[in-house]
């Protein structure tokens, strides 16, 4: 068994039956993590991450790794790590992290994607969501996907309407989860509009409510 790196970036990769420890670049020095460069920001988001990526490792990724994951995200080739520097920009929130999430949410994909495909755009509300303390655009835009219709884009069993609703779900977590203030208005605004559609939405209501409820949650947690 290959020892765990004492370090503070580690992630086991299961490649066929071999393990490998992915480690960080170097560090200013002991106790004071360095920004991560262009090849320690895409060694992070390479890296298989069964709980997550990490967020605190992604707000180490500096100026020059964060400029790697814009090119990395506008590159079709590597759309197989797109989920993670969608969330590794989020979290770092380099220069250009709204613009290229942003461009990356406006190129709908059409008819049937793949895997990896959903994934990413699975995870635009929660880059979004990370980014909305160093961004406030991406607030306006989290609360623009509460009500966005179907793009008309499917995977597998999951048909454009479900998808929709979907991102939709995922936005309003989003909004919670930041802790702002802010979010309020636009939960509220959106949970308003879905009661005056002639055909309501009761479980996207009923999550609209939970949501909320965690928005105050959050915004204690961060009072404290």
């Known amino acids: 068994m290959l020892p765990i ?12 039956t071999v393990l490998v420890v992915a480690t960080p670049s170097a560090t200013a020095e002991e106790g004071d993590p360095a920004p991560l460069d262009a090849a320690g920001a895409e060694q992070l988001v390479r890296a298989i991450w ?20 814009v090119e990395l995200l506008a590159d079709p ?10 969330l590794a920009l989020g979290h770092a929130a380099p220069v250009g992290a709204y613009e290229a999430i942003a461009a990356y949410a406006d190129a709908v994909p059409v008819g049937e994607v793949d895997r990896a495909t959903f994934r990413a755009r699975q995870m635009i509300p929660h880059a979004l969501g990370a980014l909305v303390d160093h961004d406030p655009r ?29 991102r939709r779900r995922a936005a309003a977590t989003s909004l919670a989860m930041t802790g702002r203030p802010e979010a309020r208005a636009w939960l509220d605004g959106s949970a308003t509009r ?11 209501e009923a999550h609209l409510a939970a949501s909320r409820e965690l928005l105050e949650q959050r915004i204690a947690e961060r009072a404290q």
Request: hydrophobic share 45%; proline share 4%.
């Open 138 to 166: 991406a607030m306006a835009r989290l609360g623009r996907e509460l009500d966005e219709p179907s793009r008309g884009w499917t995977f597998r069993r999951f048909d454009a309407a479900r998808v929709s609703r979907l």
């Open 50 to 69: 069964y709980e997550g990526l990490p967020a605190e490792e992604a707000a180490r990724i500096g100026a020059e790794g964060g400029a790697r994951l």
């Open 194 to 204: 879905s009661r005056g559609r002639v055909a309501a939405d009761a479980r996207f």
């Open 77 to 86: 080739a590597e759309q197989a790590i797109h989920a993670n520097v969608l």
């Open 5 to 16: 790196l004492p370090s503070v970036l580690r992630t086991i990769l299961v490649v066929g």
